[in-house]
Each structure stands twice: as C-alpha cells, then as structure tokens.
C-alpha cells in the first residue's frame, strides 16, 4: 500500500506500532520493522540514556529497514533530563522520532538539524494545529477509544480523524480503536494516510509481556477498559481489573494522587507484564482489545492487516458503487 506515510518514512504497509511504556523494546519495533511498519522504541522503557543508545544499536543489528524512537514529555512524578535522551537520539542515526505528552517544540531545532523526522501524538484538533505550525512531519491523532491517555474531551476516532484532515496538510496517523483490516480501510476513508497501533501490538509473539496478559486481552470485551485519573485531569484508559477499580473508588471519594500512587507505579506494571497476574498492576489497553481474538508474529499481523483492508476497498466497497 502506498500512502503520503509510507512515502514519508520510507515504509511498505501504513502502520506504526506505536510506543509503549516497558513494551517498546529493540525486539518488537525491529520485529514490526521487519514486517513493513514502522516499529518504535520507546525511550523511557531504558532507565538511563546509555541504556537508550545501547538498545538502539541493538535494534539496527536487528533490522535494516527505517524504525523509530517515542519520546514521551512530561511524565508524571518522574524526573527525566530529557536533553540526555534527546542528545542520544539525535546521535544514533535514527530517522524518526514519535513525541507524545507535551509539546516537542523546545527540542525541534535539535531533531532538524538532525534529519529526523517527527510524528507527534495529539487528542485534539488544536493541538495538531499547533504541532504543524512549529514543523512536526506528520500528526498522529489519538480518539477516545485509545490505550492510555486520551485527553478531556472525548472525542472517538469517526469524528476526530476526518475533523483533522479537513484542517491539516501534513499526513495525518489514525490512533485508537483499530485492531484489524477494517480498521486501516476505515481510518484512509476518513482521511487518515496510515495508522498506529499499540494494543494490538501487545498481543504478538514479540512483545515482551506474559502470555496471561495476552490471553486476557483476547479473552476481553470491548466494554472491559475503564477511565482513570480523570479527576486529576490526566485521564487514562486502562483494562478494568482490581487496581482500576480501587482507582476508581479512591477518586470518587475525592483522594488525591498521592493516595493512588503505590497502585499505579511503573513497578507494579511491570509485576503484571511479567508475572502474568492481571491485577498485579495498572494494565494499559484500548478499548479494541475486544477485536483482538489471536497471538500472531507480527509478519502475519502486518500481512493480514494489509490483505484484509486491500479486500475491503478493493472488492467490497468496489461493488457498492459498480454499475
């Protein structure tokens, strides 16, 4: 498939596996590379810019074909040199960078002046707007229906994704609620020039968390995510388990952060990513993980993607408006 996203980043099928707090490891994004996405890193998984750099070179030992780095900004209760990482990133030859969480304006320059190319991740029409004014390459417009944090205005994906491509002239990512092939016809009708992916992502061979998880997320419903954070305004999606719940009863009863940190620590997390128990941690899942019904590599995840959206525009929607 060819789209202005897999022009941009030089990619065979237009779909990044977005990165993922502890799950977007060398392995995944070279695997997803290897497939014809774009896979990325995420930063923040490695505790210490060195860390960073070595599990870069260990992504190009992997791969030859174009993978990228997130960069989250902004992380809450963390203190982060974000310069270090920046610096790191900007000397180790990657062509890519996704930004999330604030705005990457005061690292622009650095990344231009590098070749690198970035994608940032918005809720919001705005925030988009704002993002091409300072020379972002490409939006990746997150709906409600996403993992993690979809922002305080609840706008789902059939509105948001058009409502950008009616104001924005960089390519526009899809992100939220797309699992399969109908999701990637969907997301290039409504305007989008690609999609990213993160859950269904979670659920391959190669990422990098228990086999219970992945099995809980097939076994799901889409109706199993509950909204976190929302009175501390920084709303999250997360699969409904005991430390959701127990989120959610502290929040009703008008706690504060710090009465629901322990719960939600990055080490918790990643006792559930690893030990398998399910309500060990706070588990981060999209809404679509109640499309997700197997575990496949992520070579025929890509392939089948690509396979069932090119069916769907080709021979579906086609006879529709045959004569």
């Known amino acids: 498939m060819k789209t202005r996203l897999t022009e941009l980043l030089g990619i065979e099928a237009p779909i990044i596996c977005g990165g993922m707090m502890r799950i977007g490891t060398a392995e995944l994004a070279a695997a997803a590379s290897n497939a014809g996405a774009l896979g990325v890193m995420t930063a923040l998984t490695y505790p210490t810019p060195q860390a960073l750099m070595e ?15 997130n960069l989250t900004v902004g992380v809450v209760a963390t203190e982060i040199n974000y310069d270090e990482y920046v ?42 707007l704002k993002a091409e004014r300072i020379g972002v390459a490409a939006v990746s417009i997150d709906g409600f229906e996403c993992a993690g944090h979809p922002g305080e205005e609840d706008v789902t994906g059939l509105v948001l994704i058009p409502a950008a491509a009616n104001t924005l002239s960089v390519p526009i990512v899809a992100s939220g609620g797309i699992a399969d092939g109908r999701g990637l016809a969907a997301a290039l009708a409504l305007g989008a020039d690609g999609i990213n992916m993160g859950t269904r992502f979670m659920v391959t061979e190669e990422a990098d968390i228990h086999h219970n998880i992945k099995q809980s997320i097939v076994d799901m419903a889409e109706t199993q995510t509950s909204l976190i954070f929302r009175s501390f305004r920084n709303t999250a999606r997360v699969y409904t388990n005991d430390v959701a719940r127990k989120v959610s009863e502290i929040e009703a009863a008008g706690g504060d952060f710090s009465e629901v940190h322990g719960l939600v620590s990055g080490d918790k997390q990643t006792e559930a990513w690893q030990s398998g128990n399910i309500d060990a941690g706070m588990v981060t899942v999209g809404m679509c993980g109640g499309l997700i019904k197997d575990i496949p590599n992520c070579k025929q995840l890509i392939e089948t993607l690509v396979s069932d959206a090119e069916t769907i525009i080709d021979q579906r929607l086609a006879k529709m408006t045959s004569a």
């Open 55 to 69: 599990a870069i070179e260990r992504c190009q030992s992997l791969t030859d074909k174009p993978f990228g780095v």
């Open 87 to 128: 610096e790191v990133i900007c000397r180790s030859g990657v062509k890519t960078v996704e930004t999330a969480g604030r705005s990457p304006e005061p690292f622009m320059e650095r990344f231009n002046e590098a070749g690198i190319k970035v994608i940032h991740k918005c809720v919001a029409v705005r925030h988009a």
